[in-house]
């Protein structure tokens, strides 16, 4: 019991220490990810995680709640506070262990087995738990799907003719790779149009929500999910939230509904996270976060590679690598993923609208800004780094640039620490 880590699990403790130097020296790319703050790693590692706390605050299954309890009402508060709009009454459950349990929640309080839902297509960045046939959202339920236009953008109308054609009981918006600012009202009413709930799974862009810098998916949206470890920049964990009336199907799709005991470890580190969003300082970021995905995207833009869409309005981009000038016609999302890997710097292949390659090849890169902005890296780095991935796609087998490369990015990472105290 009194062993640290590296004394009792050396193998582990050292699995930990290299991975914390990856996060250090590597430049964190990928539009999911984030770095938490110290106060947050100090809740999800406290002794929360021992405590069994089934049901909601004051009515739960277990005894020796009465501290778990309040710390998920601060959450509560906090998580209302950050998402409310004026006129309309929001409830909030803090306790699904990621996005994934989140949606599924909102399905298994709506939907009954056989039901139509509507999202985006996956390959068209929408998320696997919008109805794809490989997700339990697409076996149990009939997924049908909205593609985005030539352009790269949501078309208002193609979602209307898909819910005219397939009269969705549950109509989804959100998104896991769509760089533009999403229209919940327009979405609103095709739902009404067609007798459909909605709901937006603002999993990416709730830090943006939450400040103001993107619309509120409310009063639009019967059901909003989140995750917490994107843009909001908390623990990884989920978050459902609904007009009043619709809570208490939610409340018990949760629980019993979906999942056990709660994670209390999660949901205290959950109320620092929505503490910390809920100051100033946190606008400040979320803003400095579309600027330099704006200005990442204009550089690599003028460098003549091709962005689905035509640039961003949020924290990332879709490079299309198929069609950009500057990239050969057979670099693959595979093959840019390990390369920009080899420089230091960390992406995701992703799938462009129209992909003719397979989900583990691709033609397309997602990069976001969320990550290293939390550095306090600021415009000219984000165009410094556009350039160095400009490099290394241009040069694709150059391997003595990436090397020297590594060394530049390790250098600039340096210049921006994180968690000075570890590792
Ligand atoms: C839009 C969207 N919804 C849901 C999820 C699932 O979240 P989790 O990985 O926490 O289950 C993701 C994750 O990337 C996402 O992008």
Sequence with gaps: ??????????????????????????????????YVSNAILEALGSPLT?????????????????????????????????????????GVNVQPH????????????ALNAGDTILGLDLSHGGHLTHGSPVNSSGSLYNGVHYQVDDQGIIDMNVVRERALEHRPKLIITGASAYPRIIDFEAFRSIAD???????????????????????????????????THKTLRGPRGGLVMAQREYMK???????????????????????????EALQPEFKGYCQQVIDNAAAMADRLMSRGFSLVSGGTDNHLMLLDLASSDAAD????????ELILGEAGITVNKNTVPGEQRSPMVTSGVRIGTPAMTTRLMGVPESVQVADWIADVLTSPNDEALRAQMKL??????????IYPKLG
Excluded: W
């Excluded at 991975?19 to 990928?30: A, F, N, S, V």
């Excluded at 530049?408 to 620490?417: A, D, K, T, Y």
């Design 249 to 275: 199907g939610i409340n018990s799709a949760v629980f019993p509904g979906n999942q056990g005991g709660p994670l209390m470890h999660c949901i205290a580190a959950k109320a620092v996270a929505f503490g």
């Design 1 to 34: 019991m009194e062993a640290t880590l590296q004394q009792a699990d050396p193998a582990v403790f050292a699995t930990i220490q290299s991975e914390i130097h990856r996060q250090k020296d590597d430049l964190e790319l990928i539009a999911s990810e984030n």
């Design 50 to 90: 021992n405590k069994y706390a089934e049901g909601l605050p004051n009515r739960r299954y277990y005894g020796g709640c009465e501290h778990v309890d309040e710390v998920e009402n601060i959450a509560r508060r906090r998580a209302r506070e950050l998402f409310t709009v004026e006129g309309c009454d929001i």
């Design 329 to 336: 016609a057979d670099l693959t999302g595979k093959q840019a």
């Design 98 to 109: 990621a996005g994934a349990q989140a949606n599924q929640a909102v399905f298994l309080a």
């Design 193 to 227: 149009e067609v007798g459909a709930l909605l709901l937006a799974d603002i999993a990416h862009i709730a830090g943006l929500v939450a400040t103001g810098l993107h619309p509120s998916p409310f009063p639009h949206c019967h059901y909003v999910t989140t995750t």
């Design 408 to 417: 530049e990015v390790q250098g600039l990472c340096r210049r921006f620490p």
